[in-house]
């Protein structure tokens, strides 16, 4: 049997809600058991070494596992962050203990990043904080990058924001770090550290109820036909490739359900995108600048 | 010595601590003291405090239901359904539902009880009683089984190492039947996910379900194309999760006598099947609605459901109805051990989830329930006093998931495509609206309260706050707490019985911890979970 490279993957959950492990159960191609099992492109596995929803073990036993992965000096492994970082108080979120202590979940990232190849930044808590980081919070709750900015650590930084992502997103950008290496990855991203192969495209601009928009035909209420626009839809400020990719194996998404978009994968996403069922108040939106300009003067009409 | 279980750690050698408890969805920790060979006491703390809801004051009402499905990746589908409830009853639409709006809604929510219940088996418990090594010698002919043995082959075998070792019992054509049903499982999870985004748009956190109804259009092709993938979720629950709950309880049959609990069970009905009463707790619903408490079954009274924080990381003036209920962190609190509150019915613990509803059902008259449950205590051997065990939690779970897929086929059919599926929605300046219905893992409580047309308090009583609560102060435990004393520990450093009666509840602890709230000037106080 010819040698297999193994990529080491730490899954380290913060202020998270399971969502984005549980998206990642739903990839399609390959499946989620393909990419425990087989090899992700050939002569390369995907090596699952710690994640808290999948593995067998559990206490002192895994919590030893990120000290020998965050031990190694080879760099050889990738770090997933999902959730975000409670920086308010070490009694927020804590994982394991040592020296009968418990060990903050912001600790663990800071040391396993500062030795990792890459970071990815899983969801948009990972991302930009998201949910957790929204107004009204009470704990500190910070993105990874946030965390890498504090602690002055320089580690390659991919996000993948979205709430959940959709697998593809993951597994298409791992597949591309496998195939064509981490450095054509991040020299492919945009401005907020995503790949662009995923997040290029606007969704207002690529969405099925375009034609709607361009004629005029509004949805007043949900269930109506025609485009979300004036029920809130997010789509002429959020980048991703939702109306063509579709989500749970193809099946469908937010406006092929018949409700808007509220922007999940972008930095904005809760706060300025609020409320969610409300026309876009280009005021409050920082990525409005992005618009296609003959879209900002139709929605200012 | 703050944020530990600190009694435990000063009897020396007896301990045992697990942090994390890992296949559970969470930051969960146990900490049980052992003495010969017996568990003596238990803390179950959680770990991880997001301060959700206090998010959620001064929002749009209606980014209630969508925000609020963020708490849980899991069962984001029954905390939407809860919020949209609460909202439904707070902007006045409650008897307003229109039929394809309720049917809708009970279509998604019961597309992922399936998802929820088959992960959970699989994908989450399985692994404390197969044993994947088996496949180190496959010869079958199988694709996937092959691909497990040439993983293990390559030799590197995260995450199915390390773990607790001695006590897997089943022989090899067994474990390699009950890995095979492991994949296949991965795969029909995510059919029922596809399935719930044909009406939800997608999953985790659909954006089908409002307030006042559900968003998507009725057709036909979107029925049929259910229909397919329900056929599928529906062979496998027959053909392969159902017989391996027995499998497993044929070589594991001592675990119909482990962790039993406070055996005392709360469930508030889920699945509507009525559109016109506004009361949620009145509604005719398809799985049962009770209290049963020392064999006697009672109706279920909002008034009876408050929360205590005696051991819980809040200040103590947070111990109240959830209506009224106050929640402010004390990190550092002595005697807390947990970011779960204690919720309490009558003053006493109870438990929730797939055990609990079958009990009240079987109690209660239920007659899908009592024809599921006596057919199977009878395939199993057992009488009905065994159904409070670590087994008993895993049989109800998996004949519910029966119950609930046979019902989703006749609901599609009732499905009447063109026609309305919400209802116009107005915010009103003031209103309170309370949504209680069911998640995969038990009663589900959302209380939303509006001002000047935003929200001014929300809060979530869970499943697992109600099962994984710390002690309250008159110093009873929590039901994961009764059920892990006394039980008998074989091997201390591989302590199979501890996980398998955590695992057995199906912890949520993103679900359970609340977030809570300051008492601003401006906003009040309010508790998030």
Sequence with gaps: MSEVIEIPVVWLPGGACTGCVVSLLNSFSPSAGSLVLRELTPGKHMSLRFCMTAMAGQGRQVVDILHDESAKDSGGYVLVMEGTLQLGDDMFATLGEQDGREVPIHEHAAELARNAMAVVSMGTCASFGGIPAADGNLTGAASMEQLLQREKIDVPLVNIPGCPPHPDWLVGTLMAVSLYGLEAVAGDLDELKRPKMFYGKNVHETCPRRADFDAGRFAKKFGDVGCLYELGCKGPVTFADCPTRMWNTGTSWCVGAGSPCHGCVEPDFPDRLSPLYEKIDEQRMDRFRLLDPHVQSASKA | ?529
């Design chain 2, 1 to 529: 010595m703050h944020g530990s279980c600190p009694h435990f750690h000063d009897k020396d050698g007896n301990a045992i601590s697990i942090d994390p408890v890992t296949r559970i969805e969470g930051h969960m920790k146990i900490d049980a003291y052992v003495d010969g060979g017996e568990v003596k006491d238990a803390q179950c703390c959680g770990t991880l405090f997001r301060g959700f809801e206090n998010i959620l004051v001064g929002r749009h009402p209606l980014d209630a239901a969508r925000l609020t499905q963020r708490v849980c990746g899991v069962c984001p589908t029954a905390h939407g359904t809860a919020s949209a409830m609460s909202l439904d009853a707070a902007l006045g639409v409650a008897d307003k539902i229109p039929h394809n709006g309720r049917v809708l809604r009970n279509l998604m929510l019961g597309s992922n009880y399936l998802q929820s219940h088959i992960l959970h088996f699989f994908a989450l418990a399985a692994l404390d009683f197969v044993d994947v090594a088996a496949l180190a010698d496959y010869e079958g002919s199988d694709s996937d089984l092959k691909a497990v043995r040439g993983f293990i082959d390559r030799k590197d075998l995260s995450p199915f190492f390390p773990r607790y070792e001695g006590d897997y019992r089943c022989d090899k054509a067994t474990n390699v039947e009950l890995v095979r049903g492991y994949l296949k499982a991965l795969n029909i999870r995510r059919t029922c996910h596809e399935m719930l985004s044909i009406f939800g748009g997608k999953m985790p956190h659909n954006i089908g379900i409002v307030p006042g109804g559900a968003t998507s259009e009725v057709t036909a092709d979107k029925i049929a194309t259910f229909m397919g993938k329900l056929q599928e979720v529906n062979a496998f629950v027959e053909d392969v999760y159902i017989p391996a709950i027995f499998t497993v309880a044929g070589a594991y049959g001592d675990y119909f006598d482990i962790g039993p609990g406070c055996e005392r069970f709360l469930a508030y009905g889920t699945f509507d099947l009525d559109d016109k009463n506004a009361d949620p707790l009145a509604r005719e619903r398809l799985l049962p609605r009770g209290l049963l408490a020392d064999g006697k079954l009672a109706a279920v009274n909002v008034a009876g459901i408050t929360e205590d924080v005696t051991h819980a990381r809040y200040s103590d003036e947070c111990s109240a109805a959830p209506a009224q209920g106050k929640t402010v962190p004390a990190a550092q609190k002595d005697d807390a051990y947990s970011w779960l509150k204690a919720p309490r019915y009558d003053n006493m613990p109870a438990e929730v989830g797939p055990l609990a509803r079958a009990m009240v059902g079987y109690a209660g008259g239920h007659k899908q329930i009592i024809s599921e449950v006596d057919a199977a205590l009878v395939a199993a051997g057992i009488g009905a006093d065994k159904l409070p065990s670590v087994l008993g939690r895993h049989l109800a779970r998996a004949l519910e998931s029966r119950i609930i897929a046979r019902e989703m086929v006749g609901w599609l059919g009732q499905l009447k495509p063109g026609e309305a599926t919400g209802t116009e929605l107005e915010i009103p300046d003031e209103a309170v609206g309370v949504g209680m219905t069911g998640a995969p893992r038990g009663a589900l409580g959302h209380w939303i309260e509006i001002k000047d047309k935003v929200i001014s308090r929300y809060q979530l009583v869970v499943p697992t706050t109600w099962n994984g609560s710390p002690r309250d102060k008159a110093g009873v435990p929590g039901p994961i707490e009764q059920a892990l004393i006394g039980t008998k520990v074989r091997d201390r450093d591989n302590p199979f019985e501890v996980v398998r009666i955590i695992r057995s509840f199906d912890p949520c602890l993103a679900c359970s911890v609340h977030v809570m709230t300051p008492q601003g000037e401006t906003r009040g106080t309010y508790t998030i979970v």
